[in-house]
């Protein structure tokens, strides 16, 4: 990378927030997507949007490539650089501008960490649902860029379901405003929700205004242990079927129950082929109902055990389990290949299947774990990336679970996106004019394609 | 047109279904702005995707324009072909394909009416919220194209909160599908959102998915009468800073409470200033105690009148007042021009305020109503196209509602759309790189520009 750039860089943030020197190049090469690494050449942390126009309008100039970064918990390699260009690294940008309690929306700068919103919201009785795996450390400039889920989603949806108004710096450098504290806007394109889930290649945040709710007057918390994976995951069919909205409805196998177990000690069996955590909040005598109606469901379908959690602590406990299963996972082989196969809630049951079938039939250790109400699984491969047949062998098997994912009117990424990791399986769900119309956009906001480059297509 | 164009039309859709008669040019030549009207050249009903598929083929080699249309509701003029060009008609694809109990979807054909969607879900116990005010003849494809909305938004969200996947045929005929029965993909860019609410410019729907919910198990409806605007914008806004979300919270003002009293005959008093409709559902508790607490709100700020429905048929009695509005202001005066300026739900007295200042100061008669919740008014001007000099005035009035409501941080379109009667507004709203990006977006999806032209820029 060519001093003079740097130096144009370090004179809009300052020296000490230009980084090129050896270590912070390697701490930035890398995120939570095993297998990639890529160092950059330089990574910058603006601290505030005028300087991003500035580090954007400095680097479209000098046709240099840019990659956006929050706290590097990407599942795709979406938050790498891998053509040693810059790292534009958002977390000196967290702070909460406003809580405007009579519209109900937060307003926040890019990088502000997911649960500190929640702490603050909550406080005032109001709510965010979003709540991704990663809340604690990532960012909501991240959580926009990726459309994040989380274990809320059946319930509350999505990021995408939050977002009003973006403030946006596009590549060359100009500010793009959309949207804002109306609750309704059909002046021209959806634009918001275009640049959700955008992964980093449309634009950078550097605000962000978010929709809040009331927050829920009670909650209750349920694990049911099940000996047969089918009659869990017909349970989940028939919660939805009676017409019941958890919060949460959340999923494990029998792998990663032994995983917990060994690793958390919750007091799990290990003779059970599936948990399901199930949380519903709302109104006292909704939520007694709910309960009450679910507690009948498991227990038509044969499940060993049903609690419910007496307190919030007992339910911390008992979330405890699902909360540690990719560490717990994580920490059995070296390398954990962490994937989001989602399919219509219908076919749950046939998805697990396929998932140990394939496992067994490519001689690998996957667990699988994930949002059942949503048809989101997480099919989680242990292995080692020193192990270059178990690696191959992995690959072909998500191969198959992919294939099969889409043959069931499924997606190959239902909240970590596609970023470099699962660009080849693009095409085959979105067909040749899906991925023309992706490219005319990525066009129309990025012509000398700087931004992110290299994800998704 | 020429001949053989219309002759090749005929060989896909059938002579019948190819109108260029004209009586049906004439019909087809106008929707439900003012002011507007442009007759087609030909008018062709398609049975089917595979139709629409060969007709946007056929009309994309010969470089004709092409202009959807459900059932000419829109308010903005977008379903009006200005060039002579071709009306593609839907009616025909009316066809409710399935309604899917364990994936809580439905899945209909383009040309699907609201409320017919409505009554078969809700057989099921389901609920598909969105309920634009044309909703008794509006197609499902056209709430996609506008994003509409409805008096359910508040509690439910707009059309775009529910829309899981698309059929669509491009510009040039080809098949565009986008998401499905899944309730998460990150899959690439947001097609689905970004083709909610583009106005037929990017594509023509065939076939909708749609998100369905459990049927709320009650709900309570009142109408309260406030002597004093300010108190009832106030309460709007103290209901809200209660936490609690009705379903439906509905507004109107002076104007509008005679012109619906000289019609309907619904007991409405002429001495106030506003009548507010509120509608609270969920759980029989729930809604017991959120209509007390509104109860309470209401008569701290001064109401005149609360009165809760006793019945279902009450409820429809007391909701009839809110939902002929706009009929009883049409019959006043000959030309009714309906407009959906929305801001910031804090805003909304200022907003009403101004809007009947500025009607003072251009000497015009504006009722104001609308889904007070959400911000999203409708000033309505009651004149008469055949006077010039009040129609200009008329035209001054509403620019400076629209800059006024631009500046409160509001949008020129809640959810009527641009169409043509607002593309002079919208740089203002979106910025020169609002426009710039759009235009991009359009240029990818449809390079020749044939897809209902004219239309938002």
């Not at 001689?363 to 191959?392: S, V, Y």
């Amino acid at each position: 990378m060519e001093k003079t750039f740097i130096k144009a860089l370090s004179d809009i943030v300052g020296e000490s927030y230009t980084l090129t020197d050896k270590e912070s190049l390697a701490c930035y090469g890398y995120d939570s997507t095993p297998e990639l690494e890529s160092k950059p050449g330089v990574v910058v942390l603006p601290g505030n949007l005028e300087e991003i126009s500035r580090i954007m309008a400095l680097a479209h100039d000098a046709g240099v490539r840019v990659t956006p970064r929050g706290s590097g918990t990407n599942l795709s390699g979406g938050s790498i650089s891998f053509d040693a260009g810059v790292i534009l690294q958002t977390s000196r940008m967290n702070r909460i501008l406003e809580i405007d309690e009579e519209n109900l929306t937060a307003t926040v700068e890019t990088g502000v960490v997911t649960s500190a919103l929640h702490r603050e919201v909550e406080a005032k009785g109001l709510f965010y649902p979003p709540d991704p795996g990663s809340m604690n450390i990532s960012t909501m400039g991240g959580n926009v860029a990726e459309n994040s889920g989380g274990l809320r989603g059946l319930k509350y949806g999505v990021t995408d379901d939050y977002v009003m108004g973006l403030k946006t710096v596009l590549a060359n450098g100009e500010l793009l405003k959309t949207g804002g504290k109306v609750v309704k806007d059909v002046a021209g394109y959806n634009l918001n929700q275009l640049l959700v889930s955008s992964e980093g290649t449309l634009g950078i945040f550097g605000e962000i205004t978010v929709k809040l709710i009331p927050k829920p007057k009670t909650k209750k918390t349920m694990l049911v242990h099940f000996p047969q994976l089918e009659m869990a995951a017909l349970t989940v069919s028939h919660i939805i079927a009676a017409r019941i909205i958890p919060a949460t409805l959340e999923f494990l196998d029998r792998v990663t129950i032994k995983c917990v177990e060994d690793y958390a000690h919750v007091g799990l069996p290990l003779d059970v082929d599936a948990v399901l955590l199930i949380e519903v909040d709302g109104h006292p005598a909704q939520v007694e109902e709910d309960a009450e109606g679910i507690r009948q469901i498991c227990e038509r379908h044969n499940c060993s055990f049903f609690q419910t959690a007496a307190s919030a602590d007992e339910a911390l406990k008992l979330a405890t389990a699902r909360r540690v299963a990719l560490s717990a996972l994580a920490r059995v082989k070296p390398t954990t290949i962490l994937e989001d196969a989602t399919v219509p809630r219908s076919c749950i049951a046939p998805m697990v299947k396929l998932i140990q079938e394939t496992a067994k039939k490519y001689n690998l250790t996957i667990g699988t774990f994930g949002h059942a109400g949503d048809g989101n699984l997480h099919p989680t491969c242990l292995t080692d990336e020193r192990d270059q047949d178990e690696i191959k062998r992995a690959h072909a098997a998500f191969g198959e679970i992919f294939d099969a994912t889409i043959a069931m009117g499924g997606t190959i990424t239902g909240e970590h996106g596609v970023g470099v990791a699962k660009k080849k399986y693009l095409p085959k769900l979105v067909g040749e004019s899906g991925i023309k119309v992706m490219r005319g956009i990525k066009g129309a906001f990025d012509p000398k394609g700087i931004l992110n480059p290299g994800k998704i297509f």
